[in-house]
């Protein structure tokens, strides 16, 4: 990976909903009406405003996104994002990349300097950490190649275990 790819890339163990960044992404479930985990954490942080503007986008399907204000958040915005449900089918891969390339296409669409994603699906929808590390790390890197807007991409974690695996997926263990 280039040094100018991992200088636009970094990793921390946090809470993703105390990021002042321009956009955090939400790993949502379809409804994008919040849930358990990062879904449920990002609702209750950023307002029952956040709740209502998702009801008027009427869900998300899996591997899309769908941009909103941050309201409470310090973040401006928030990226919603639908991971699938892991069942150890080729199209999983599929559709967590494209959690990502769609969440990146929407920040830089809207003139976003900086993102922080969540370990997409790796919660209650059951994808292997290690496999969706190595999904996430190369869908960032090769998208921030051909991509200049996005200045800072951080991939926020929930557990130093997890902080471990991503590092070791970006070479930096």
């Known amino acids: 990976m280039e040094a100018n790819i991992y200088d636009r890339m970094e990793i921390m163990e946090g809470d993703i909903t105390m990021l002042d960044v321009d956009a955090i992404v939400n790993a949502a479930n379809r409804s994008l ?5 990062v879904d449920g ?16 986008l009427g869900g ?10 941050g309201y409470k958040l310090p973040a401006k915005h928030v ?14 891969a599929v559709l967590l990349a494209n ?5 990146l296409e929407i920040a830089s669409y ?38 200049q807007t996005i200045e800072k991409v951080m991939f926020v974690l929930f ?5 471990d695996i991503y590092a070791g997926s970006m070479g930096r263990k």
């Open 110 to 147: 809207h003139g976003i300097g900086s993102i922080a994603f969540p370990a997409i699906s790796c919660g209650v929808y059951g994808y292997p950490i290690e496999d969706a590390a190595r999904i996430a790390v190369k869908t960032v890197s090769d998208f921030l190649r051909a991509d």
């Open 159 to 163: 557990s130093s275990m997890a902080y």
């Open 41 to 56: 954490a990002i609702h209750r942080a950023a307002g029952p405003k956040l709740f209502e503007e998702c009801r008027s």
């Open 79 to 92: 990226i919603h994002t639908v991971g699938p449900v892991y069942h150890g089918r080729p199209q999983d």
């Open 60 to 69: 998300c399907p899996t591997g899309e996104a769908r941009i909103t204000a």
């Open 33 to 37: 009406l919040g849930g358990g985990g």
């Open 99 to 103: 959690c990502y390339k769609n969440s």
